[in-house]
């Protein structure tokens, strides 16, 4: 019986096999439970937090860097005990056995977020041993993200940005979507940490966890039970490519020598450290944003200004374009965002809140401008979700204000159309397609059933992007593009033959666009580019242009 195929969108290339696992849900804290000799209580409530520990420092063992950290850190609050004395506490005034775990974790909760700091980062981990807790003591299964013992592959609705953020690339050998597109932060967090990633598959709710399935990052394919020849097949070809890209030496160029910056989108030192590595000549977009997604308070200046220091010391002597904060919409920061707007991403995001509290913004260029005084390369800074020439005016001069290069975000169709008018302020623009497709097609990005609108290969998001790049070169000022299009290798050329100075993607897919660049002529890139704006749609746009590249 042949495989059955399902199609989404291919957004981090590679091929992933494995069997289908699946998050697990919350457990129930059980309704009308009874109370518990507190003796007792307390004695299967150690033993439960035990085991939680237990596999918690094993899994610790079998991982590496932060996600090592983290779960060691998480597993010996386990074995706290301040937390086992809380629990006994509610044993003993009649509560049953998991409503005494949820009330001490809660009382723990409200104690660590009013320390602040680094202790308020510690209540998502609290929540989570909370739910494994309790999953122990009822039977429940294991809540969170599966630790597979087989490399597996990951199949969800959708993954927040927190849980894919900690995921571990040697037990997950892929990941599967039923939601999301292509500038989903599923796909920019997969992408980051190079694993094959398909997002908007439709039917693979379906999937049994268990079945084997083979995940095609590059063609979008996800297929049920795969014949074992063709998934040897298909894992080699990918693994050439990643041998292409393994061989870039860089600095960035096409092979008639035009130089064209190719950069990594980072998020923190980790990723920093892990882009330094690579031939890549910095950083292009660091995503403040996701540093402080589980902060209910702002960090202090201070606070800041480390973890900025940390990718600035990563990169060395290589330019790093710091973003400022890009809270809001599917990046809601608890110390930043405004609660219940009705349209979040229409709303008071990105550099809109730091226009309603100048504080804000005000207090993170002072952490940048302190760590930038340690770094030994260029620091530029940008701000997110521009619309007008008023607000780049007002960034600028704050940025230069403390001798930093400004520059801004294209990401709003308003701005696309006046940036020659915006780069009378700046010093660069920089393009996010990802918000620039979803502002100028009406389409959300998180909309798998519109993936086609926010396809960055749509004609009429080149036009918009042509017309910034045009702005740049009569104003002598860079280009880039960093969002998701950048990933893309051919799409990467035809951007080059728009006429950008410089492509920014994650650091797994930047030597892959960069090799790419290297092997074609800047004729036929700008030839691509003209026949993907003469084309009708993006599959059409795709085909067209490669006819001109190699
Ligand atoms: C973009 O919108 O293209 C971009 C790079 O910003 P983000 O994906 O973080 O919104
Ligand atoms: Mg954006």
Known sequence: MPASVLRGNGVVPGIGVGPVVRPMPRPVVPADEPSIDPEDGARRFGDAANAVADRLAER???ATGAAAEVLLATSALAR??????????????GSGICASTAGAIEELNDLFSAAGGVMAERVTDLADIRDRVVAELTGQPEPGLPTPEVPSVLCADDLAP????????????????????????????ARQLGIPCVVGAE????????????????????????????????????????????????????????????????QDGVGARKAAETKVQGVGLFRTELCFLDRDVEPTVEEQAEIYREVFSAMGERKVVIRTLDAGSDKPLGFATIKDEPNPALGVR?????????????????????????????????????ATEGEA??????????????????????????????LRHVDFVSIGTNDLSQYAFAAD???????????????????????????????????????????????????????????????????????TLASQGLDACQAAASAALDAKDPATAREAAAAFLA
């Open 60 to 62: 610790a063992g079998r």
């Open 80 to 93: 706290d005990r301040g937390l086992a004395a809380l629990v006994q506490k509610r044993l003993a005034d």
């Open 162 to 189: 927190a849980d894919t953020a900690g995921l571990d690339p040697v037990s997950i050998v892929a990941i599967a979507t039923s939601l999301g597109g292509p500038t989903s932060h599923t796909t920019i967090i």
């Open 203 to 266: 039917g693979l709710d379906d999937v049994a966890v268990g079945t084997s399935v083979l995940v095609d990052g590059l063609s979008g394919e996800v297929v049920i039970d795969p014949d074992a020849d063709m998934a040897r097949e298909r894992t080699e070809a990918a693994a050439h490519a990643r041998e292409a890209a393994a061989s870039w030496r860089g600095p960035g160029a096409t092979s008639d020598g035009h130089a064209v910056d190719i950069l990594a989108n980072v």
């Open 350 to 386: 990105g550099m809109r809140l730091g226009l309603r509290d100048e504080g804000l913004m005000d207090r993170q260029l002072d952490a940048i401008a302190l760590a930038a005084q340690d770094s030994a390369g260029p620091v530029w800074v940008m701000a997110p979700m521009v």
């Open 393 to 422: 005016e007002w960034f600028g001069a704050r940025v230069r204000a403390r001798g930093l290069v400004p520059g801004v975000m294209i990401e709003v169709p308003s701005a696309a159309l006046l940036a020659d008018r915006i």
């Open 445 to 515: 990005r998180m909309a798998a059933s519109l993936a086609h609108l926010t396809d960055p290969w749509q004609p009429a998001l080149l036009a918009l992007i042509q017309r910034v790049a045009q702005a740049g070169i009569d104003a002598g000022k860079p280009v880039g593009v960093c969002g998701e299009a950048a990933a893309d290798p051919h799409l990467g050329c035809v951007l080059v033959g728009l006429g950008v100075s410089s492509l920014s993607a994650a650091a797994s897919a930047a030597p892959l666009v960069g090799a």
